[in-house]
């Protein structure tokens, strides 16, 4: 059975980071085998790809410059097709990161392949994957998240969030007869909020915090914050007014009604991280160590940094916070017998 020291499941842009960050400090690229069963660049590529990000290209471009020369080309086409302040569809930021770090790992074992569950035998982890078994001695899970789903008490037909996110996808979907429920109101909750006021449709907005838009807003997260931000504000003024209303999740009879009224369903509820397994994993965040058998390390959306907010936590989750996350986690975890 093949042994390798340090084994990477999921090449989204938290894997394609870690295999950039191991290869800068040395580690030999023959030890390093990373399985993913499509090598598309991950969830920003494929199911998400046309959402426009307001991560300007200078950021991007920031964490990828610190990879040369494995990052020229990528840098150069970035160059020629964006703006240094221009904002890029997450699919566009995907493709520039996922180029790079194709080139960089080239000489590392590539497994086309989904890990299905995992062991810590003795003193090594044997991975199975849909091909067979391998051996690790560092265990890194970059496999990323999916939506959160809430049991309905009633049938609604749902529109799943990557079609919600797209206009175009959603306004094949919805007619101006619907009523649509988006449940959530967080940053994507209102992307969808002001995709269907564009759109004319009346729609319902349920929030379970103690007002709408409660999130985070300190420019921290280069997701689809800011934008979010403006549009709660707007809806708040009342701009939104003539399609839009907003419920809160605790007021049980309007939502009743509003359940049996509405026809069509948006759940904008967040990410929870994949299975592997049965597994339900937990980690600290200040040492990336998921708890448990030693040496094994989640990153990513699955397994973000975390920062404080007037006593809240949110989880950092953007191309250069999973970058800082695996640069200050490293170091340690390399020193690691
Ligand atoms: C609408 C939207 C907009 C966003 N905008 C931004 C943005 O502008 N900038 C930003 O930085 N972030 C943005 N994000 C956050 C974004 O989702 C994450 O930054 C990014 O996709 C997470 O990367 P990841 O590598 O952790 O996971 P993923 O991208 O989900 O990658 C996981 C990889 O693991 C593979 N995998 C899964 N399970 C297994 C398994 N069992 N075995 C092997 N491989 C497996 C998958 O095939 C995939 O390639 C956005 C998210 C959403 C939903």
Redesign the pocket.
């Known amino acids: 059975m093949p042994l390798y020291q340090h084994a990477i499941?999921?090449?989204?842009?938290?894997?394609q980071l870690l295999v950039c960050e191991l290869l800068q400090r040395g580690i030999e690229p023959t030890t390093i085998v990373i399985?993913?069963?499509?090598w598309?660049g991950?969830?920003?590529a494929t199911d998400?790809s046309q959402?426009l990000?307001?991560?300007p290209w200078w950021k991007t471009r920031q964490a990828l410059s610190t990879y040369p020369p494995w990052c020229d080309k990528a840098l150069m086409e970035g160059d020629a097709t964006f703006q240094t302040n221009e904002c890029m569809p997450?699919g566009s930021?995907a493709k520039l990161c996922l180029q790079t770090a194709l080139v960089a790992s080239n000489k590392c074992e590539r497994l086309t392949t989904?890990?299905l569950d995992m062991k810590y035998e003795g003193t090594t982890w044997s991975l199975h994957h849909t091909f067979g078994t391998i051996q690790a001695h560092r265990v890194y899970l970059?496999?990323?998240?999916q939506e959160k789903k809430l049991e309905l008490p009633v049938t609604i037909p749902q529109i799943p969030l990557h079609i919600a996110?797209d206009k175009t996808l959603l306004s094949r979907t919805v007619t101006s007869t619907d009523l649509v429920l988006v449940i959530g109101c967080s940053h994507?909750g209102t992307i969808c909020l002001d995709y269907l006021h564009q759109l004319g449709i009346p729609t319902v907005g349920i929030y379970n915090t103690t007002t709408p838009f409660l999130f985070a807003r300190d420019g921290h997260y280069?997701?689809?914050k800011e934008g979010s931000e403006q549009i709660a504000d707007a809806i708040l003024r009342g701009e939104h007014s003539s399609t839009t209303k907003l419920i809160a999740y605790g007021d049980s009879f309007p939502i009743c009604k509003m359940l049996q009224k509405a026809t069509k369903c948006i759940q904008c509820i967040g990410f929870e991280r994949?299975l592997?397994g049965c597994q339900n994993l937990s980690y600290k965040y200040e040492t990336a160590q998921i708890d448990g058998p030693p040496r094994r390390y989640g990153y990513?959306?699955?397994f973000p940094g975390m920062t404080e907010q007037n006593g809240k936590w949110f989880p950092d989750?953007?191309?250069l916070s999973?970058q800082e996350q695996i640069r200050r986690t490293l170091p340690q975890i390399l020193l690691q017998e």
Not at 9 to 15: D, E, K, L, R
Not at 35 to 38: A, K
Not at 142 to 145: C, D, E
């Open positions: 499941v999921g090449f989204g842009i938290a894997g399985l993913d069963p499509n598309m991950g969830a920003l998400y959402v990000s307001n991560t997450v930021i989904t890990c970059t496999h990323g998240a996110l994507s280069d997701g689809i994949k592997i990513g959306i699955a989750v953007s191309v999973f």
